[in-house]
T-cell receptor, first 115, second 114 residues
Framework: DTAVSQTPKYLVTQMGNDKSIKCEQN?????MYWYKQDSKKFLKIMFSYNNKELIINETVPNRFSPKSPDKAHLNLHINSLELGDSAVYFC??????????????FGPGTRLLVL | AQSVTQPDIHITVSEGASLELRCNYS??????LFWYVQSPGQGLQLLLK??????LVQGIKGFEAEFKRSQSSFNLRKPSVHWSDAAEYFCAVGAQGGSEKLVFGKGTKLTVNP
């Protein structure tokens, strides 16, 4: 069974479009995250949710909006896509909130290419 | 705020040789430290982590890392590298008592020659 899954795996789209990436975890974890990995492999946190509540919101353009319908799902919606949004987006989850020693479990990533 | 430096962007070793990947962190207190591995086209997998106790930490796949407070380092080691270890390795630091935010280094790509 896949612990943290993301769909789609690949996403190719035009500038200006709106797209969503979905993430689901079946680990029973309380906290979920979105990370962005750029072309140089640099990995940076974007958002973190605990039990459907936003905890971490890094300086991300407001074109990016996370949504957590329940604690097992954290989706990422991106409006008006730009070339610079091309990256690999990773979802992750961990057991508890407010404890950075918890292991984060990562999904396989969604490779977004904006043309 | 915490930060991580991985000085080596790319390392090449021969299969069977020993390996050491360097990681230096910056944080005002004792940090939580992690090593993750990313195989090509895959997500990240935790190799090992340190947050207290014995400064030599054993992980999966035969990896270990040593926390050295005096050097602000958490270097990853393996005595004998296998071809399947070729991947990108990321060191990360978390803050004690703070949010669950992890700050990652820029990664070290490991190539293993036969």
């Amino acid at each position: 069974d896949t612990a943290v899954s993301q769909t789609p795996k690949y996403l190719v789209t035009q500038m200006g479009n709106d797209k969503s990436i979905k993430c689901e975890q079946n680990l029973g974890h309380d906290t979920m995250y979105w990370y962005k990995q750029d072309s140089k492999k640099f990995l940076k946190i974007m958002f973190s949710y605990n039990n459907k509540e936003l905890i971490i919101n890094e300086t991300v353009p407001n074109r990016f909006s996370p949504k957590s319908p329940d604690k097992a799902h954290l989706n990422l919606h991106i409006n008006s896509l730009e070339l610079g949004d091309s990256a690999v987006y990773f979802c992750a989850s961990s057991q508890a909130s407010g404890r950075s020693q918890e292991t984060q479990y990562f999904g396989p990533g969604t490779r977004l290419l904006v043309l | 705020a915490q930060s991580v430096t991985q000085p080596d962007i790319h390392i090449t070793v021969s299969e069977g040789a020993s390996l050491e990947l360097r990681c230096n962190y910056s944080y005002g207190a004792t940090p939580y430290l992690f090593w993750y591995v990313q195989s090509p086209g895959q997500g990240l997998q935790l190799l090992l982590k340190y947050f207290s106790g014995d400064t030599l930490v054993q992980g999966i796949k035969g990896f270990e890392a040593e926390f050295k407070r005096s050097q602000s380092s958490f270097n990853l080691r393996k005595p004998s590298v296998h071809w399947s270890d070729a991947a990108e390795y990321f060191c990360a630091v978390g803050a004690q008592g703070g949010s669950e935010k992890l700050v990652f280094g820029k990664g070290t790509k490991l190539t293993v020659n036969p």
